[in-house]
């Protein structure tokens, strides 16, 4: 059986087996739909809060106008008291609660100042800041609305009044995900992670279906078996990667910064490590319904201590430094680098050499690991 | 029955894998996942600064930026290196002020301070915006306030303009806006979904019988079933109690209902997830493909839950697949026990959504009896042997 034979062999074991085409095939088409559905409306907004108005002047319902102008807040009511707005919060029907005191307009026509309470449930993080981010805005309107009036009853001139008020523009942008949207956010390291365990899966459960049954792969030396098996994965996730990268980030309008070429050049070690790192672990599996399990288990931590989701500066130490053999781990970095934020070759560059060095590693786990099956098992 | 479960218990034994499920593998990924986020606070955030006035101003503003626990300034000479720092993620925002900032402040021309905060990281991003736009705007206060009594202004005006309206922000229910009291718990409860989901399928596959195509499911099925619930639901409850354990008791987390609430509605998770892994073994009848189904359901809990992202802003069909998880129903209980301090009857208000998963049992029960009157009429003369069990991974 010459190479190529054993090419053609092994895409046609990895064909024939429906649990392998359930998860790669139809798992990477699954899952392309079903993780980023959550969050297809991207940003939230018109998060429901309670209004406690205990001044009721007109300048307090001015600052009630303007907060549900925001689009980030709805009023949904006027209460009377703070219980009640508790009362409104506990039952799910409002997120948040603005508290405007007695005597609001009247100290600060004074120049006494007043304090605006803001509240939002902080159980959930991004409800929450939404409905920081609208009460404070409208606070700070608010503000500018009564300096204003002050200053000119103190008889300013209006323009010096534009200028005070005014005196440093703190200009505060978003750079990298304009839209502030979440898919953006959260699809491009989650995608590398899927193609990543799957193809991980994938190769174990070939693998295991394998050792201890009699066929081509015992007919051919440990290192055609690897290099061939390694070539199969490769050929079909970077089918898969042109889909997930190309089509997918199109459609879920992640932002896209490094060249095509580049984007491939960096594709290649990661696809080619994964793989060997899929033969390697699939040396450990003689049950077929385990590396589904197992690999599912770490999916999990994997995502999180790749440092995306929760900066990898708050992360301990050891469990970084523990990470940095898992394929995914440099790949989510560097492409969230190179792609999503423009950062040049030369700056990824260790994450590229990282990969590669673990395309080495794994080839050799791998080696070893399939000499030891296929000449102790048989 | 007694007979029975000692054959499950046994079974259990016997099997190094399930063994590990049901003992310390959940015990171990809580404890590392719940390492993974136990800084909580977001804190010292590096945030490169690049001072182009290089004033007795700017670097007050500098200092009044340090003194914020979450950012931790680092300076950069000029705006290229800073860039560079900010797309490999080494900084998480940027401040720049301008050239001849001071000069243009005092002089009434409006200088513009930048701040570029890195979104691909949506949580620090906004965090370090609004962090960086306090700090900066308490500093250029005491600025304010001087270039006004310059400009001849009274000092009864200057007071005015400087502070009129102080707002005061409160997060309900989590103090400090911790992230372990908001991240942790729903990681977790995915977590525990998903290893209760292995261990059901593992213990119903261990005793499917070996077929030609697909596995046979065995005439007292039920009984088997019934068996594997008594013996894995104490093991399973014992984890999440463990949870809740470590998060409310060890931790110290607040709470303000009873824990008892949170484990009576695990106990209604648990059940509901165990009628979806039946409907899903009796569908499948093969090993690695009801494992591969599971996983393909419950893997993405977590985005699910709508502790993330608020369930209000997902789109309809997301609306729909959450509530196919229990994990889902079981959060939204959690929260109002957590954060509200719901009583009883609130909570089984709460909870009667799980009664849907009750539907599940009828079309098992319906879809078994078919599948055991075909095997019957598929006379087969071979002796049946146990399928499941196969080698143990080494």
Known sequence: MNWLQLFVADFKALLSDKDIVLTVFGGLLFYSVLYPLPYLHQVPTEQKIVVVDHDNSSLSRQLVRHADASSKIKIVSQVASINEAQQWISNGDAFGL??????????????????????????????????AEGLVAAG???????????????????????????????????????????????????????????????????GAGQWRKQ???????????????????????????????????????????????????????????????????????????????????????????SGFVWPVALIPEPLVQAAQVIPAVPAIMGMLQLNQMGASWEAVLPLWLQMWGLFLLFSLLAYIGVKRRLFSDT | MGALLQKEFKTLWNSPWQLALVTYIPIISMLCLWWLFSAGLPRQLPVAVVD??????????????????????????????????????????????????????????????????????????????????????????????????????????????????TSQTTALFNR???????????????????????????????????????????????QLVATKVMLYTPIMLLHGGFILAWLYGYLGLPIAGSLGLLVLTQVMMLAALWLLVILVVVIMREPAGSVSMGSAMFAPAFA???????????PQLAQWWRLLMPSSHYMDTHVIVVSYGAEAGQVLLQSSSFLYFLVLLPISWLLVKIILQKQASVKSSKPLTVASQQQEAR
């Open chain 1, 98 to 131: 603005l508290v405007i005191p007695e005597g609001f307009r009247r100290n600060l026509l004074l120049g006494k100042g007043a304090t605006l309470s803001y509240g939002g449930d902080a159980s959930y993080f991004l409800i929450y800041s939404a409905v």
């Open chain 1, 140 to 206: 700070m309107d608010a503000s500018k609305q009564v300096q204003m009036i002050g200053l000119l009853a103190r008889g300013e001139n209006p323009q010096q009044i534009q200028k005070d008020l005014n005196s440093v523009n703190l200009n505060s942008v978003p750079a990298f995900n304009p839209s502030l949207g979440y898919t953006p956010y959260v699809v491009p390291g989650l995608f590398l992670l899927i193609l990543h365990q799957t193809l991980l899966i994938g190769a174990s459960i070939l």
């Open chain 1, 215 to 305: 066929g081509y792969w015992q007919q051919v030396s440990p290192l055609a078996l690897i290099t061939a098996r390694i070539a199969v994965f490769s050929l079909i996730y970077s089918f898969f990667s042109c889909f997930y990268l190309g089509y997918c980030y199109y459609f879920y309008n992640v932002s896209v910064q490094a060249t095509l070429g580049q984007v491939l050049l960096f594709m290649v070690p990661f696809i080619l490590s994964t793989a060997a790192c899929g033969v390697a672990l699939s040396c450990l599996f003689v049950r077929r319904d385990l590396p589904t399990q197992v690999l599912l288990l770490v999916s999990m931590p994997i995502l999180f201590v």
């Open chain 2, 52 to 165: 182009l006035d290089n004033s007795q101003l700017t670097r007050t503003l500098t200092r009044n930026l340090s003194a914020n626990s979450v950012i931790s300034p680092k300076t950069y000479p000029n705006l290229a290196l800073a860039q560079e720092a900010m797309s490999t993620a080494e900084v998480y925002a940027l401040v720049v002020y301008p050239h001849q900032f001071k000069h243009g402040l005092l002089t009434g021309s409006s200088p513009t301070i930048d701040i570029r905060y890195n979104s691909q990281f949506l949580l620090v991003g906004k965090l370090l915006s609004s962090q960086l736009q306090l700090s900066l705007g308490s500093g250029l206060m005491e600025v304010a306030g001087l270039k006004q009594l310059l400009g001849g202004a009274n000092k009864a005006s200057v007071a005015v303009n400087l502070s009129p309206v």
């Open chain 2, 176 to 222: 400090n806006n911790n992230y372990v009291g908001f991240l942790v718990p729903p990681v977790l409860i995915a977590l525990l979904q998903l290893l209760s989901m292995m261990v059901f399928v593992n213990a119903l596959n261990a005793s499917l019988l070996k077929g030609e195509v697909k596995c046979l499911l065995p005439d007292n099925f039920w």
């Open chain 2, 304 to 314: 699910f839950m709508g502790i993330t992202f608020p369930v209000n802003d997902m």
